[in-house]
Every structure is written in structure tokens, then in C-alpha cells.
């Protein structure tokens, strides 16, 4: 078999590379036309291939100026378990397919995301209030974890292995550990796929994590039931269109089934299901802890593969490129509004350059443009919801009572919308703001004078996502790289501090708080998580 050679898609960066920018612009701006266009439309659950209507809908506005994007069907319990039992009776034929098949499949998936990249991603910005140049790269990052695990499985030859022992001239009366057999004996160990996986994706990626971690299941001969974020923070569109592309690609019916609705039904439901193997999530700690939480209380042995956010340090050494420092911690503190769960969003700093450093940082968080992301040139949209907005406007007024502003901290006004300023504050360092996760483009800043002190704070939080380092001391350098508690790990990186992991460069993943498993999506051990072992014996 002719190994697949695995590429970034990595558009942006080839059309800018090839002169070719204007280009791109004009697609994704045709793109943005073409999906008003669809707008308004009432949308049905899709369960074992065929559209069910349900009796209530949900309207999904976007947070840009609230346009109506769609209606879509408000999924039930009941759909649900129809869905479970569609996904389940897929599953026989389905988890007997050649792991060549399955991978050609998602190659030929991934094709079909290219030809509607743009199209997908103009409906993502609708839907989340990303910049363009945030949508087109997260709808790369489904495509190529589409092609790198397809990759990953053929390479592992199905994570299929053969071995033996070899018969013996010896002969024993009865049988004990380590006896020797006038038999040869076969062995094959196999992962093997569990069944039905519920995915619950996120509204802040909700193509790339949700197409992840759905592939991750289904490439491995599992089925799923897809919810995508479908509450206050929605994204519901861009689901339904993983489900129509993965159609398009020749997936049979029942294998992937699409379900709108609200976690407190579809979600609660996946994880009550005795039909349902294992859950794929991405969220906030307290609903992935919750749902663990209720499995295992009700006596069931679900598998889960969950990541829940962090509290994402980056320290700024002495010995440092300052420039490099301030774009990597801006651009990660305050890209898509922090609404990254590998956001920035604590600093810190060696006293000698502090006074520099945020002068700096300031400076650069004024010239970051705000506005309707559709258009060119702006970096940050609108939060994704009321919700969002309340948040940032406590964590500013806590700020206030129990520290200092030192830049930002308001509502944009004269656009209709949740707009607000990249914000920069310092509180004392055992602060609640220090170690609860925000979710909105709030950066704390704090100033050190011990190395060894500013490492064990970056540690002294739940969470262990993601963490950054700019320093050109080499020692201090390395007691971060064996002391720092995350799972991916930045250091003097110059388009970002904390955010932007790369399929088949890094894999992205979390310790402590921020995950389950210890085991990283774009990594060769991802798919591993959606399988069971088994050693079968046959002796001859």
C-alpha cells in the first residue's frame, strides 16, 4: 500500500505566500453573499439519514447584529434514543468495514470540505463572530484532522497486530503459568471499536473540534449522535452542514445521526443512554465533571473523551525578545475575544521590564480593530452572547473593587451587538480572577522577580492546558520545560503565546483539569481513546 503523504491545508497562508490575497478575499466575500442567501430556512433533525421535523424550533440569530441565520428542529429525549438506536444498528455493518475503506472515506470527506471551505466558512462567522482569517483556518484544521487520522489508521494497519509462540518439545501433565505447549499458539491484538459515541461540540470551534472529534469515533468503526452547540451560544448550521458533507463523501446511513437541542435533553440523554459507549466533549469543566459524574453514579462504565478549558499562563524572562513577547501574548490573550479555551489570560512578567512590557502590550491592543468580522482587516468580533457579556463585565467591575484596569474594560459602542475592548487588568495574585476561566479577552497581568516564583504560580491553578514561555536564558528556560504543568507547551513562539496548535505538529492536549484521558487531539495516540483492546488466542 502507497503511504499518504500528510500536508497542512494551511489556505491563508498559501494564497499570501503566492500573492494571491486579493484572491482570497473575494472568495470568502462571494462566500458570505452566498450564505444570506440560506438564511431564514427551517431546518429538521437528521436521524438515520431522513429528515424528522420536531414540534418546537430554536432560532439562532448571529452575534454580530442579530440576523436571523436559521430554525432549527428543538431535538427531544425521544429523538435522541431514536437517533441512539439508528446509530447502534449501523453499527454491526459499520464496524466491519475494511479500516481502508473507512480511511479512503474520510480522505474523500475531506476533499469535499475543500470544495465548500469557504462557503463553510463564511457561515461559521456568521454563527460565531470570527474573523475570516480565524474561520478559513479552523475549517484547514477539520480537513487535515480528516486526512492525518486517515493517515494514522492505515499506518497502524488498522491497529491490527499479530504474534505467536511457537510449540514445545516438552511435555507437562497439567497446565501453569508459563507451561510449555506441543501446540503453536496465535495471537491477535486489536483495538477494537466500542459502539455508539455521543459528540457534543462547542460553539467556539465548532467545525474543526466537532468534525474532530466525530472522526475520531466514526474512522475507527464507531457510530455517533452529533449535537452541536445549540443554547445560548449556537452553532447549529455549521453542524448540519459536517453532517451534509459527510453524506456527500458516501457515509451510510445511520452511521452519523444529526440532533439539535438543548444539552439539558440531548446532551443529558447521550450520557443516560445505556446504548451510548462513550461521550466526546468539549466545554466548560462543570459540564464535562457533570457528565462523568452521571455515568458513573448510575453504575454505567462509559469511555470519555473530554477537554474542559484552562487558565492558560505565559511567563515573560528578563532575557527576552520583548516585540516577539507582546505579539504572541496579544495575539493569544485577545484573538476570536479570547473565546478560546487556549487563551492567555495571565502574564507573567519580570519586574525589570514590566513598566516596558505592558506600555507595549498596550499599544498593541489599541491598534487591534473591532468590528463586523465579515470585513477585512478586523480582529476582533462580537462576544457570542449575553451570557458572555455579563461575564466580562463583573470580571471588569471585580477588577475595579480589587485592582486596576490598565486598559480596556468597556463596551464598544454604536454597533449593535455584544463589542467590547481588549482588556488588561492586575489583581493580587490569589485573586479569583487568577484562576477562574473567563471566556472572553481579559488579560491578567502580574510582575515577578524569582523565576522559580512565577513558574509556581503559572502551575497554581485546576487547569493545565496550554502555557508559554518567552526567555532567552537557558536555564530558566529549561526548569520551565520540566516543571510547567500543561500539556502544550509554547516557548519564544511568535504568532501566538498559547493558542494555534497544528495538526501533525502538535497534538493538543490537557493535564490536570483541563482534560481525560492525557491523550491529545492531532496526536498519533488520539484515536486509540475510541477503541477497547482485545487479545484473541487460537492455538493450532
Not at 499562563?313 to 479555551?341: E, T
Request: glycine share 10%.
Amino acid at each position: 500500500m502507497t503511504k499518504t503523504e500528510f500536508h497542512n491545508e494551511s489556505t491563508y497562508k498559501n494564497y499570501l505566500e503566492s500573492g494571491k490575497e486579493d484572491d482570497f478575499d473575494s472568495l470568502f466575500d462571494a462566500a458570505v453573499s452566498e450564505a444570506k442567501r440560506q438564511f431564514g430556512q427551517k431546518h429538521p433533525l437528521y436521524i438515520n439519514d431522513k429528515p424528522v421535523m420536531a414540534d418546537q424550533m430554536l432560532t439562532e440569530r448571529s452575534p454580530i447584529d442579530g440576523t436571523i441565520i436559521g430554525y432549527f428542529s428543538r431535538g427531544t429525549r425521544e429523538h435522541t434514543r431514536a437517533a441512539v438506536a439508528a446509530a447502534k444498528s449501523a453499527f454491526e455493518s459499520w464496524k466491519n468495514a475494511d479500516y481502508r475503506e473507512r480511511a479512503a472515506l474520510f480522505r474523500k470527506a475531506a476533499d469535499v470540505f475543500v470544495k465548500h471551505k469557504f462557503q463553510i466558512s463564511a457561515i461559521l462567522s456568521f454563527e460565531n463572530g470570527k474573523s475570516r482569517y480565524e474561520s478559513v483556518g479552523e475549517i484547514d484544521e477539520a480537513i487535515d484532522f480528516m486526512r492525518y487520522y486517515a493517515n494514522e489508521l492505515e499506518a497502524n494497519k488498522g491497529y491490527v497486530r499479530r504474534t505467536s509462540q511457537a510449540k514445545s518439545t516438552a511435555k507437562v501433565s497439567a497446565g501453569f503459568q508459563g507451561a510449555p505447549s506441543s501446540r503453536e499458539e496465535k495471537v491477535v491484538i486489536s483495538l477494537r471499536p466500542m459502539g455508539v459515541w455521543g459528540v457534543i461540540a462547542p460553539f467556539n470551534f465548532p467545525v474543526s473540534i466537532g468534525t474532530g472529534m466525530s472522526v475520531g469515533a466514526l474512522i475507527t468503526g464507531n457510530t455517533v449522535v452529533f449535537k452541536p452547540s445549540s443554547s445560548d451560544s449556537m452553532t447549529m448550521l455549521s453542524g448540519l452542514k459536517i453532517y451534509e458533507y459527510l453524506k456527500e463523501a458516501g457515509l451510510p446511513p445511520g452511521v452519523f445521526n444529526y440532533v439539535s437541542g438543548p444539552g439539558s435533553e440531548v446532551g443529558d440523554e447521550l450520557v443516560a443512554s445505556k446504548d451510548v459507549s462513550g461521550i466526546a466533549f468539549t466545554g466548560s469543566r462543570s459540564v464535562g465533571v457533570g457528565m462523568m459524574l452521571k455515568a458513573y453514579q448510575s453504575g454505567q462504565q462509559k469511555a470519555f473523551v473530554v477537554e474542559m478549558g484552562g487558565k492558560n499562563p505565559v511567563i515573560v524572562g528578563k532575557k527576552s525578545d520583548l516585540d516577539m513577547a507582546v505579539q504572541g501574548v496579544a495575539s493569544a490573550a485577545f484573538g476570536f475575544d479570547g473565546q478560546k479555551c487556549s487563551a492567555c489570560s495571565r502574564v507573567y512578567v519580570h519586574d525589570s521590564i514590566k513598566e516596558q512590557f505592558v506600555s507595549k502590550l498596550i499599544e498593541k491592543a489599541r491598534s487591534f480593530k473591532i468590528g463586523n468580522p465579515l470585513q477585512k482587516d478586523v480582529y476582533l468580533g462580537p462576544l457570542i452572547s449575553d451570557n458572555a457579556m455579563k461575564t466580562y463585565d463583573q470580571a471588569v467591575q471585580e477588577a475595579k473593587a480589587d485592582g486596576r484596569v490598565l486598559y480596556g474594560g468597556n463596551r464598544v459602542g454604536g454597533i449593535p451587538g455584544n463589542y467590547v475592548e481588549p482588556t488588561i487588568i492586575e489583581v493580587r495574585p490569589d485573586h479569583e480572577l487568577v484562576r477562574r476561566e473567563l471566556f472572553v479577552p481579559i488579560l491578567i497581568v502580574q510582575s515577578y522577580s524569582d523565576f522559580s516564583d512565577a513558574l509556581k504560580r503559572a502551575n497554581d491553578v485546576e487547569y493545565g492546558l496550554t502555557a508559554g514561555l518567552y526567555n532567552d536564558n537557558k536555564k530558566e528556560t529549561k526548569e520551565f520545560m520540566d516543571k510547567i504543568q500543561a500539556g502544550v507547551v509554547y516557548i519564544n513562539r511568535e504568532t501566538s503565546a498559547t493558542t494555534g496548535a497544528i495538526v501533525g505538529l502538535h497534538t493538543f492536549v490537557g493535564w490536570k483539569g483541563s482534560s481525560v484521558g492525557g491523550k491529545g487531539s492531532g496526536s498519533k495516540f488520539y484515536l486509540q481513546q475510541f477503541m477497547r483492546e482485545q487479545s484473541m488466542s487460537l492455538t493450532k
